[in-house]
DNA sequence: TGGGGTTAT
DNA sequence: ATAACCC
């Protein structure tokens, strides 16, 4: 296989910048309530970095131009622009959160290295960086196909950049752990191919195990007790002793990884699988603030299921209670079936669907909570999710990948 | 420390 | 429904 990791460099600050053009030359950061969760090279440049607090930020960088990013709607239509011009050339592209894409480029490469056998194989050149300056071998068909995947990875970051106006970086190996591992080493708007030599030192250069996507938080946690803290660690433990810590199906894939080896495939993402809509905060503590916040976010929801055209048959209702120790990570949530005749009101424009689905989430919550104590949330988020097409026979969806533009060659299979 | 997403159990 | 993972 080959396989192309696309990487938007600091995604939300460059949407920002395409939106408002005078922002460009300017140290801008994206702040999303007292976080600034991402900015520009600029602002890189004088000591703002990724998650860093507004405060420390304005310290840092007193000329730091900021913008709030809590409203992800333009951020998430840049991001399917990206991934269906990805699409574009080839079927196999797999989103990673909103500013990265896995795409599968084995088909073209060989459609590719068949031309190039028929008509001499001479005059292929590597695209953007290679590995560790590793020496490239023609002779060798394995590297020939990275050097194509490169060429491809190019075209793909060309694209994007003509088309849509955003930078990034590629990485391109054989399996999706190593291109996306690989795509990080030169960092703004460049690329880089592995080639399989270089594979252990590539693997080597990571000095943590949680740098390895896959390994966590709680498996990095528990492979310290285990005394492992890099991959070299992790590649020495007795499998077995692997496997009573983590079990047999999560041992056994996160010690291949400590070797590059990843055989999950590149699985096509297509139309999401739910939307949902969260809003923190410092406190909410009545039945009526929750109801206010929760008829906040269902507007913004509802206009999205109704552009997406398909129904959700299920809906959540999530919270985060107040903790001063464990802040993040202790979320709740109750989840039960959209009713069926509230259902057929989805595709359907002005029609109130809101309070029937307030009174649903409020039950929810009431599940979650007793109303009768006091309670101190930092969080709500509603989630619609099971996803149905239409009988097919409604108007208005689009559906999602139904277009198939011409690649830069076709040919019948 | 945000506002999203996914899959496995 | 939760827990883990990803950004």
């Known amino acids: ?68 990013g809590e409203d992800l709607t333009p951020y998430r239509e840049t991001s399917y622009k990206v991934t269906e011009l990805l699409g574009e050339f080839c079927p196999l592209v797999e989103r990673l959160g909103f500013d990265e894409n896995f795409v599968d480029i084995t088909e073209i490469v060989e459609k590719r290295l068949n031309q190039l056998q028929q008509s001499g194989c001479s005059g292929v050149c590597v695209s953007g960086h290679v590995y560790n300056n590793q020496p490239i071998n023609l002779q060798d068909t394995t590297h020939v196909r990275l050097v194509i995947g490169s060429q491809i990875a190019e075209e793909f970051r060309e694209a994007i950049s003509t088309r849509l106006g955003l930078t990034g970086c590629a990485g391109v190996a054989w ?139 299920t809906v959540r209702l999530s919270i985060r209670q107040f903790s001063s120790t464990d802040r993040w990570f202790n979320r709740e949530s109750r989840q039960c079936p959209v009713p069926p005749h509230l259902l057929q009101k989805f595709g359907k424009e002005s029609s109130n669907v809101i309070s029937p689905l307030v009174d649903i989430l409020m039950k929810l919550f009431r599940k979650m909570i007793d109303v009768e104590l006091p309670f101190h949330l930092t969080l709500l988020s509603v989630c619609f999710s099971n996803l149905k097409a239409l009988p097919s026979s409604k108007k208005g969806s689009i559906g999602f990948y139904l277009k198939q533009m011409s690649p830069p060659s076709s040919s019948g299979k």
């Open 1 to 68: 296989r080959v396989i192309v990791h696309v990487d938007l460099d600091c995604f939300y600050a460059q949407v920002e910048m395409i939106r408002n053009p005078e922002l460009r030359d300017e140290p801008l950061g994206v702040q999303q309530k007292s976080i600034v969760v991402t900015c520009n090279y600029e602002a890189r440049k004088l000591g703002v970095k990724k998650l860093m607090a507004v405060k420390d930020a304005k310290e840092k960088c007193p000329q730091l131009v900021l913008v709030n």
């Open 175 to 313: 399996n999706k752990l190593l291109a996306k591992l690989v795509s990080g080493t030169f960092k703004p708007n460049q690329q880089t191919v592995l080639l399989p030599e270089s594979c252990r030192d590539l693997m080597r250069s990571l000095d943590h195990i949680q740098k390895v996507p896959g390994i966590g938080y709680k498996t990095a946690k528990r492979l310290e007790t285990l005394g492992v803290r890099n991959v070299g660690d992790l590649q020495a433990l007795p499998s077995a002793s692997l496997e009573k810590e983590l079990g047999v199906s999560i041992a056994q894939r996160i010690q291949k990884l400590s070797y590059g080896e990843d055989g999950s495939p590149v699985t096509p993402s297509g139309p999401p699988q739910s939307f949902s809509d969260e809003d923190s905060f410092k406190k909410c503590s009545s039945e009526a603030e929750v109801k206010e916040k929760i008829e906040e976010l269902l507007p913004n929801l509802l206009e999205r299921i109704h552009k997406d055209g398909r129904q959700p048959h």
